[in-house]
């Protein structure tokens, strides 16, 4: 079998975990397929973790994941999962409006099928989205430590004390350049004379 038939069916096999037909119409359950009709404010909702109240992730907890004990999950396991659950929420929530015309039951249909196949590709979304918040806000506390210590070396600096007391510094600094400029153009300028040798003649 060639590369070309191989990406085809993985492509296919793709397209029925993304999508279910209900009633002749094909209805897509990964929420990016429908990026195209998304303004930006949907976009960041959708693709940003900790967008709905934690009562309503919770209280939906048992109905996409009946066979878990939240208890006895870690903290990093539970926010994750709590992650794929606003997106099932997230998901349910544009695959109605985007589809007016599913019943409830065909959204039951809908719901069923994405807890099955969903599941561990919107968890390794919530773990990536989530690693991504904490480089950022990482990289915004350094950046706000830098600006900071800036800040406060200018204002040190600034204050008549400070300039007082660098005063004498400042002094005996330009005192040392100048002296060594001036030693170093001596020891440039000096000639060195050496004197030939004597040859002695034949006694």
């Not at 409830?104 to 994405?114: C, I």
């Not at 919107?122 to 900071?148: H, I």
């Amino acid at each position: 079998m060639t590369a070309a038939p191989q990406q085809d069916i993985q492509l296919q096999r793709r397209l029925q975990q993304d999508s279910i037909q209900l009633a002749g119409k094909v209805v897509y359950l990964n929420p990016f397929l429908y990026w195209r009709r998304f303004d930006a404010n949907t976009d960041r909702w959708l693709r940003e973790p900790g967008q709905l109240a934690e009562d309503q992730v919770s209280a939906n907890r048992l109905r996409f994941y009946p066979e878990l004990d939240w208890d006895l999950l870690s903290d990093e396991e539970r926010v994750i999962k709590d992650g794929a659950v606003e997106m099932f929420l997230k998901s349910l929530e544009l695959i109605s409006t985007f589809n007016p015309e599913l019943n409830p039951g065909q959204l039951l249909e809908v719901e069923r099928k994405m807890a099955v196949t969903k599941k561990r590709a919107f968890e390794r979304w919530v773990s990536k989205a989530l690693k991504r918040r904490l480089q950022q806000e990482a990289s915004e506390r350094r950046r706000f430590d830098r600006e900071r210590l800036m800040r406060d070396w200018s204002e040190w600096l600034l204050l008549p004390v400070t300039r007082q007391a660098l005063l004498p510094f400042s002094a005996l600094l330009v005192l040392a350049v100048g002296g060594g400029w001036w030693w170093g153009s001596q020891q440039f300028c000096r000639q060195q004379i050496v004197q030939p040798p004597v040859e002695s003649g034949p006694r």
